[in-house]
């Protein structure tokens, strides 16, 4: 990444990536150039077993930069509609290559999650966020949709009455109905979120990075299939990783009261 990117990578201690969101002038509002740092630094993670996604300053993402798309549209020569269109495109692809990492990815949220920022944070896989952060859509304040998964990611995290209370008031919600809607998995003070997130992500780089895709897998596919199909995707794969090394690593420690070492 470039000094001057609107996305900062860090390797932190261990196979631990954060990616920084870094307009905070902008409230790290997801323009052209900012979608396509973020697929940059997909490309750049290396080794890493988890990915931690968070803001800097007082926003986690506040959606999407209407006035970077019509620029961007300008210097193509596109019209409005057919340069929403591409953007929409670009980060709804960008989205889901996010979702589909093969490795934990943490959203640290750490202040503002609205529109395209929420679609973000429903993308990834475990959401911890500030006592101050507040969720909301927001599109329907404006008269526009949500086409980075929104309408897709988020009744699968909160339900279908939570998603469409969200979608068509536009209301913002604090961090902490969130958590009892089922999007964010914990609330804590504001000045600990990144001490927080370091926590829970070399916790989770401790763990086998095998068992832990093959996890994300099962999960994920098992929401977009039915139950009988699911179960049985879920004893194939079980059965393939009992041949694992870090299966049979997981049990040799069990048996020898040891830390394994995956």
Known sequence: MTD?????????????????LDRPARLNALGPETVAALDAALDDLGDARVLVLTGRGRAFSAGGDLEAVAAMARERGLDDGAGTAAFHAAISALLRRLELL??????????IAVAGGLELACACDVVLATASAVFGDGHANYGLLPAGGGSVRLPRRVGASRAKYLMFTGETVPAATMRDWGLVAEVVPDDELPAAA?????????????????????????????????????QAVAAEHVGAPDYREGLAAFREKRAPRF
């Open 4 to 20: 001057d990117s609107p996305v900062l990578l860090d390797r932190g201690p261990g196979p631990v990536v954060t990616l920084t």
């Open 102 to 111: 093969p490795i934990p990815v943490v959203a640290a949220v750490n202040g």
């Open 198 to 234: 370091e926590r829970l992500a070399a916790r989770l780089a401790s763990r086998s990075a095998d068992g832990l895709r093959r996890m994300k897998e099962l999960v994920d596919r098992g929401l977009e299939t039915g139950v009988d199909e699911a179960l049985a995707h879920e």
